[in-house]
Each structure stands twice: as C-alpha cells, then as structure tokens.
C-alpha cells in the first residue's frame, strides 16, 4: 500500500474535532498511528498538530487571512468578495473551504504527497513569492475534497487546534505498543515485557524531553515497537527540554529539604542552550542575518535554543564567535543563562534590555551596544556522549575542563554550602547586586530534562513581598471593557494556568491593572492575532468568566498579586488578589505556566510568618 490517503487523515481529524474527552482523542489518534505506513507516521503527526516539522525545526507558511481569501477565491473560482462574506459567517476559513468546495469525492492523495506539497509551498520564497504562493496553494487545495481541504487551509493558516499536544500524542503511542505487545503471538517473544501503559508512557515521555520531536519519535516507535524507543537519544542541534526549578520560602527550608547545596546567583536573562558540532559546518543562514557573522565561512556548526525550544541562533551572533573560540570540545550541548552588561561598570542589565536581542533588525548594534554575557551552569552532551546522567558535581568538572578563558563564555560561579547562614548571606549579595535571587542545587543530581524537582530551588527575591514569587500564566482571552478603556477595545482579559493531569487550562484569575497604555494596546494585537471564536477546547472556564474575544492558548504572562486564595469559581481552585501584569514571557510557552503543584504550595508559603534576613546571622 502506497500510504494513508490525505482524505481517511481528514476523516481522522474530523473525528478529534468532535471530542474534548482526553481518553476519546489518545483512543483515535492510536488508532490512526495505526493505519498509517510506517514511512509517513512523522508526516501525518506533524500534520495532525497543525506543523510541518518538529517545532524547533520548524517552517512556517506565512500565510495570514487576507491572503488565504485570495486563494480560496482562486480555487475554487468564487469571487473574493464571496469568500470574505462567508468567513463573516463561518469566523473560520476551513469552514468556507468546505463550504465552497463542490468536490464530495474523497481525494486519493496521500499524505507523504500532500505533505511533500506542502513543504515546497511554505519554501517558496524570493520576488513574486506572495503570488506564486497564492498559485500552489489554490493548486493543492482544488485537488482535494471539502473535508481535506477544510483542513489543509488550517495547517497552511496554523489554526489546527483540536485540542491535544504532543502529550497525548505520547499516551496514544504507549498505548499502541502495551496492546500491540499484549495481542502478540505467544511465540514473539522479543516483544513480550510487563510494562503498563503508563510505564510505557513514562518511558517515551522521558524520550521526548531530550529529543522533542514527536513525529520522529512516533516514526521510530511505530517501525521498532518496543524497541524503538531506546533509539531514541540526543544529538547536537535538536534541543533538550530545560531542567527546571521548583521554589521554597527561605534559605532554611532550602537547607532543611536539600541538605548541602551548590548556591548560584539567579540571573535575570534569557536561557540559552548551546550546540556545537565541529564535524559539521555553520548551516545557511537568511541573506539579511549573513554579515551578522564575521567568519561565517570557517565557523563549525553552532545554534542557540530558548527554554521553549525555539532557535535563537540569528541573536547571538557574538555567542556563536566566542563558543568556537573558548570551547575545546568536538561537540557539546550547554545550558546556561545570557544577559547583557553595561561595558562601562560591569553591571548586569534588567531583562527587557537583555531582550533587545528579540528584535529582528539591529543586531548588529545590540551587539556593540549591548553585549552579553553567557554564563554555563551546565553541560548535557560532550563528544558524542549525553552526561544528563552524571552528578552535577562531575558535570562541572567536565565544564571546568572546556571552556577556555571567561570572555563572553564564562562559567557560573557557585558557592557550596549546608550553612544556613552563608545561604542567607549568599541571597543578600545576589539582592544587593541587583540579582533576581538564588538557584540551589543538589550537587549529587543529574540533569532531569523538562523536570522541576527539588534538585533545583529558586529563591527570590521577596522576602518581603506578602506573596513570594509572579505567577506565569496564559491569556485566554479578553474583554472590551468599559468606561476610558474602552477606547482601547480592552479592559481586562482571563488568565489561567496549565494543568498537566487533566491536560486543561484552568482559570485563576482576570486582570485589569498593572498595564501601561502600550501594553494594553500590545495584548490586545497579540489576541487579535491568535484569537478564536469559541473558546478552547482545552480549558475549563466557568461561563460567569466568559470573554468577548477568546484567545488561542499562546500568550504567556508574569503577574503578581497580595494574595492568593480558594475560589470554587476559579477552575484552578484558587484566585489572585490585586492582579497586575508585570511582564510579557515571550520566552515561555502556553504549557511552561505556573504549575497547579506550585500553586498549592505558594500558598501554603504566603500563609507562614514572613522570614525576614536576620542581620546579626550576616554579620556572623
Ligand atoms: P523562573 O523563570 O523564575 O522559573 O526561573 C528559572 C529560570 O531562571 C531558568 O529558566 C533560567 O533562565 C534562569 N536562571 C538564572 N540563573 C540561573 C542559574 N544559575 N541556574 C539555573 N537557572 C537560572
């Protein structure tokens, strides 16, 4: 068999749409997994996510509305004016797509097919891309019947949004090998083991965040079964999930829970996770970002990752210099924090200026103006080995040992302590200096990717503050609001946390402070960007909270407030009080929110007697 037709993968999909039951979407999608070839089970659940590639990878069609209009118009041969007018009705351009379409017939394309289409589209590029776009598009589209071209206008608008992630995409797969393994023949014996599903599901997940790529991990699965999965490992140039830290109240507690600890300043930067590769070569870089690098021609392989996976290699070209130069390894993976100085006193600089680097043009100039600093905290990968599994303490060794110099590559300082006293002293000086806090760590650990465990601990700065720490959470839509803010066309908007057991967004708080003029007008751009007409799937939001522009999951906040307390309106099951947006974090993404776990527990940490630095411990 040549491969599943695009037209049974919409049939799929059309199915997934009809659900919000988390048990009913893993039971389809494993059946799906199924069906497909081995060859095209990547392709397929890339597509069925609403992507091309895995996302660190990943290429995107540019295709916005306006343009979507013009080639639904072309084809299937309706006016433009038509098109816009059922949008208006539908609010979703699949639905006119499927609308407009004559053809009921299913289409025999495959998906390999389809997606190998759909690559060449998103890759055209140059002068008289938009309308060459607008021609291959309408081509792919007038081929397929009405319910696969609904979803093809989905994936090329990046609007598929069925309500599940690369998560359930994992419970569907340990599922398919537990009763795969279950059903086998009693003589298949290389396939007999005693795993539950939910061990099997551990297994892959922990996979997954030293290789987030879904599509290969499902491809590999689905050729090897059980097996599979122990092909699967790191390598230079896919990104690793970030460890990540948990919190406690004071230095005490910190001790009390992790006994000795390494103790290092928390800078307030930009994670940045490092590759290089000396056997390969500096890939293409985009025509505007090639003067960026000096030596671009004799520079090995080197790409910078956010936290949230995504390549940030075209915002550092100075990283990209000074890693070829101060490390001394074939080929690592490093993990540590940048951030910007001020060249004339040293000092770190806040976050928002470290984050010019965001920007797409002045590069150049943030470089000579703004330089950085990247300090290593750790080290995952060296000479084609993973160290994840070593103890923190040997990893450093290993880090001591390649990183030449401490120009802009510098390794972090840290302090070894089970002294209480020397901890809040170390605090005090991180504060003093204008740090966001202390990290502790567990000298005996080993890098726990994607994990928040208490082998890493933050400690803020607020030990004054009634509430310790901010809050990340997600905006899951707005209100137009009344009297002067009106005017804006915002007022307020809903924000929520991920919850991981249920797979759910559940809601805590609506914020309508802390927001500057341009900062209401930013969020209510960036909604508008992503909004959606009913809200998510994804989330349990009481009707009492409903919005009148709903957002798709995307937008990540920092909040503070006085107060957190129980609500039993608050699908999370506590409320802020005195919300207020401190900052966007464009660096996190919709499911790296403030954990319910987190949640309980600062508030069981606002409700203790507030810990004040005794100075007299200091001085001792
Ligand atoms: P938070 O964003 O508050 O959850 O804190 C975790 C973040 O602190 C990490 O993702 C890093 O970007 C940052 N960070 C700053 N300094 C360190 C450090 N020494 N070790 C680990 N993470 C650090």
Redesign the pocket.
Known sequence: MKGMYISKFAQYLDILEQTSKRLEITEILKNMLKEMEKAETDKGIFLSLGYLRAQFNSLQFNIAEKMMVKILANAFNESEEKINKLYGEEGDLGNVAFKVNPNEKPSKTTILEVHKKLEELATISGTGSQEKKIQKASQILALEDKLTSKFLTRIILSTVRLGFTELTVIDALAKLIFENVTNAPKEKSSTKHNLSAKELKIKIEAKYRIRPDIGTIAKVIKENGLEGIDYISMEVGVPVH????Q?LADPQEIIEKLGSVWA????????VQLHLDRSRKMPGLETNQQDLFESRNTLPFVKTFT?NLEETTHQFPDLVEAANKQIDAQSVIL???AIGYNKKTGDYLPFQETMQRKRKHGIKEAVVETPLKY?I??ILYLNGKTLVDLPLVERRIILDKIIKGNETLEI?Y?METKDVKRLIKFSKEALDRGL?G??A?KPDSFYEAGARNFT?V?L?KSQEQILG??I?CVVLGYYFGRGVRANFGIGGFLVGIWDKRDQKYKTITKVGTGLKDEEWEKLKEMVDKVKIKEKTKNADISSKYDCDVWANPEIVVEIAADEISKSSEHSAGFALRFPRLIKFRE??SATDTTTPEEFEQMYRLQKKPIVKIDESLVES
Not at 264 to 271: A, C, I, L, P, V
């Open positions: 970030a460890q990540k830290a919190r290092e300043y928390k800078f307030d930067g930009t994670r936290r993990d540590g924090e300090l905290f750790d972090d840290h966001e202390i990290m760590k890493w933050k803020k720490d901010t990340d660096d996190k």
